[in-house]
C-alpha cells in the first residue's frame, strides 16, 4: 500500500519489479496493490497499466460543506481552520490528509477505504494453489501487509495512523508493517516550511499509539467512535538518506 505522493512511487517501484520477475508480465495473485493518493489523474500518468481497482483516491473538493454539515465526524482533526478543498496534494497539511481519508470513512456516499481493502484482503485469503505453466504455491495462511509513505507532506504523515488501524480492524491477524522516509530526502525542495514539522509531529503521533498496550497509554480514537487499543503496526521502518555510525573516527555519509 502506498500513501501520498512519495509512497505510491516508491510502491509503483515494488509492483513493476514483481511484474518484471513474472513469466507473462502479470503480477502473482497474492499480491495485490493499493495506492491511496489525492489525485488519479496523476497516478494514471505514472502507470498506466494500473487498474482501478488499485487506486483508491481521496481528493475531496467540498471539504468545508462535509465539515460544516457534521462537524461531529471529525472530532479527532486537528486544526479545523485548515480544511479546505483536497486536491492535487494536501500542501504539507496533515490535518488535510486526515481529513481527507476520513471523509471516506464516515461519509455514506463516498466509498470508504476499509470496503475497498477488505473486499482485496478476502480475495487473498480465497486463493488456492495453482498448476500450469505459470504455477505457485502458498507457503502459508499468513498476510502481510506492506504500507509505505513520507513523514514531511499531508497525505502519507497524516492519514498513516487512520489508514493503519482501518487495516488492523479489517485483518486483526496479518503482519503489518511500515517504511516511512525520512524528512532528509526533501531538503532540496523550495517549498519546505512543514517537512520537518510534519516528520516530528507524525512521530510523535506514532511513538505515543506504538506503546497503546502500556499501562500508562491512555484512549484516543483514530476515527469518530473508534478506540485505539493497540499499536498500529508490529514493523515501522525508518528509512533515512542519511547513514550514522557509533564511532566518532568514522564519517557517516549521504546517499
Same mark, same amino acid.
Given at each position: 500500500i ?13 509492483r ?18 493499493i ?19 488499485e ?14 454539515? =457534521?462537524p ?31 471523509? =471516506? ?21 480465497n ?7 505459470n ?6 495462511n499468513e498476510?502481510?501487509?506492506?504500507l ?10 497524516g492519514?498513516l ?37 510534519n ?12 506503546n ?14 473508534q ?8 514493523v515501522f521502518?525508518?528509512i ?16
Amino acid at each position: 500500500i502506498g500513501v501520498g505522493g512519495t509512497g505510491t512511487e516508491s510502491v509503483l517501484e515494488v509492483r513493476n519489479y514483481f511484474k518484471s520477475l513474472s513469466p507473462d508480465g502479470n503480477l502473482p495473485p497474492m499480491v495485490k496493490f493499493i495506492f491511496i493518493d489525492t489525485s488519479s489523474k496523476e497516478l494514471f500518468q505514472l502507470d498506466p497499466t494500473l487498474s482501478v481497482d488499485e487506486i483508491f483516491e481521496i481528493s475531496q473538493k467540498h471539504a468545508k460543506n462535509l465539515y460544516a454539515a =457534521h462537524p461531529e465526524r471529525y472530532a479527532t482533526i486537528p486544526n479545523k481552520s485548515k480544511i479546505r478543498a483536497v486536491k492535487d496534494g494536501a500542501g504539507q497539511v496533515r490535518s488535510l490528509g486526515r481529513f481527507a481519508i476520513q471523509c =471516506h470513512e464516515v461519509s455514506p456516499n463516498l466509498g470508504s477505504f476499509s470496503e475497498r481493502f477488505a473486499e482485496i484482503y478476502h480475495s487473498i485469503q480465497n486463493i488456492q494453489n495453482e498448476e500450469g505453466e505459470n504455477q505457485f504455491e502458498i507457503l502459508g495462511n499468513e498476510t502481510e501487509i506492506h504500507l509505505a509513505c513520507s513523514l514531511s507532506g499531508g497525505t502519507g504523515s497524516g492519514a498513516l495512523l487512520t489508514i493503519a488501524y482501518i487495516i488492523r480492524n479489517s485483518a486483526p491477524n496479518s503482519t503489518l508493517v511500515s517504511y516511512a522516509f525520512s524528512p532528509n530526502f526533501f531538503s532540496h525542495l523550495a517549498a519546505k516550511e512543514r517537512i520537518k514539522q510534519n516528520a516530528y509531529a507524525a512521530l510523535l503521533e506514532l511513538d505515543y499509539c506504538m506503546n497503546a498496550d502500556s499501562e500508562d497509554y491512555q484512549d484516543v480514537k483514530y476515527l469518530q467512535n473508534q478506540t485505539i487499543i493497540s499499536p498500529p503496526f508490529d514493523v515501522f521502518m525508518y528509512i533515512d538518506n542519511k547513514t550514522f555510525t557509533r564511532n566518532d573516527t568514522i564519517r557517516s555519509y549521504t546517499y
